[in-house]
């Protein structure tokens, strides 16, 4: 079992910055995949990132179109957390934010499918 609480998120005016933060419990953290999934109100949940481990202390991230270059994955094994800074931020990204992970790190980073395990969300609002 792997548990995971989200925090962070919070009403922040447009052009604001926010950082999400995501604790992992009960496995071993490192080669898990870890994303980063988004809902807004009556829509379908969407990725928005992802951190795939490749050997070692490398890792790749993933991004959908519409936050790349305003969106940073990142994680600290040491603390079992993962971050999401977000930058710039738009009313569109408003949203409850989840925290997923994938144990098997399959193909489909961008898919819910994928992921084993998830928080229960954290709540960006962004105001215009």
């Known amino acids: 079992q792997v548990q995971l609480v989200e925090s962070g998120g919070e009403l922040v005016q447009a052009g604001g910055s926010l950082r999400l933060s995501c604790v992992a419990s009960g496995r071993t953290f490192v080669r898990f995949r870890m994303g980063w999934f988004r809902q807004a109100p009556g829509k379908e949940r969407e990725f928005v990132a992802a951190l795939t481990w490749s050997g070692g202390s490398t890792y790749y991230a993933y991004y959908t179109n519409s936050v790349k270059g305003r969106f940073t994955i990142s994680r600290d094994n040491a603390k079992n957390t993962v971050y999401l800074q977000m930058n710039s931020l738009k009313p569109e990204d408003t949203a409850v934010y989840y925290c997923?992970?994938?144990?098997?790190?399959?193909?489909?980073?961008?898919?819910?499918?994928?992921?084993?395990?998830w928080g229960h969300g954290t709540q960006v609002t962004v105001s215009s």
């Open positions: 997923a992970a994938d144990l098997a790190d399959s193909g489909r980073y961008y898919s819910t499918e994928e992921y084993d395990y």
